[in-house]
């Protein structure tokens, strides 16, 4: 069914499993165009690499609370960018980053000495059961195809390891309120846009078992919205609209 029009993107949710997704095709020259030096240096991200400390903050509080549930192990950032979560965790963890973009990929090669492989989870050659820990912070709602890269992170972990993931909840207040104007559709960066029910059953599929999800995140451009006692008060009141997922390899 078709919901509305973004940016020129199509924007449907399937009527059979209820996944709200962007009806298009990208090829892999698309990625390129998308995910190259620009979306890191441009305004797409607000000058990403401009934002180190702060990002490597957030990165810390997320290996504290990695560290409660695993404390230690080989552990995969599917989606790695710039490397900053991978630095944050070296210290707990044999860190290795996926990254599609080239020139982020090369960027925490170079400035940080992290093992990166450039490229699609499924290319990189992982042998089965290889990792303790994976995270996807803010990744699987940019995926082509989120099943089969869920799927290869499925094969990756070893059973009983744990997946962390954070993405946007369609399912969210402000999403409810006014979908098209909603901060995270994004097309053609965001292209999936999960509820906690379709996420359970793509990560079921895959072979996870969810133990928690929290809706902790709060992302908003309004200037009204977008300040951190907004951002503290509904992550405390469970209102945020971006949730932070953990499953367990079954």
């Not at 180190?52 to 552990?75: C, F, H, I, M």
């Not at 989606?79 to 990929?105: I, N, P, R």
């Not at 990560?203 to 300040?227: C, M, N, Q």
Request: proline share 4%; aromatic share 10%.
């Amino acid at each position: 069914m078709r919901l509305l029009e973004k940016d020129g993107y199509p924007v449907v949710r399937c009527a059979r499993c209820g996944l709200v997704y962007v009806d298009a095709v990208l090829g892999d020259a698309d990625i390129e165009r998308i995910y190259g030096r620009e979306y890191y240096t441009g305004a797409v991200f607000d000058e990403y690499m401009a934002e180190q400390d702060a990002r490597l903050a957030l990165a810390r509080s997320r290996v504290r609370r990695l560290r409660r549930r695993r404390p230690e192990g080989a552990l995969l950032d599917v989606g790695c960018a710039a490397g900053y979560f991978l630095e944050a965790a070296k210290d707990s963890y044999a860190v290795t980053g996926v990254e599609v973009s080239a020139y982020a990929a090369d960027y925490a090669r170079t400035t940080f000495g992290h093992r990166v492989v450039t490229g699609e989870i499924g290319e990189a050659g992982f042998p089965g059961a290889a990792f303790d820990v994976v995270t996807l912070w803010d990744t699987v709602e940019h995926l082509r195809e989120p099943s089969a890269v869920l799927g290869e992170i499925g094969r990756v972990t070893r059973p009983g390891g744990l997946l962390a993931l954070t993405t946007g909840d369609v399912e969210s207040r402000l999403a409810r309120r006014d979908l098209r104007r909603w901060d995270l559709m994004t097309p053609p960066w965001h292209l999936f846009f999960f509820s906690a029910d379709t996420l359970g059953r793509v990560l079921a599929k895959a072979g996870f078992r969810i133990e928690r999800i929290s809706r902790d995140g709060f992302v908003s451009a309004r200037p009204r919205l977008r300040t951190w006692p907004v951002a503290l008060l509904m992550a405390a009141l469970g209102q945020g609209n971006v949730m932070t997922v953990y499953a367990r390899r079954t």
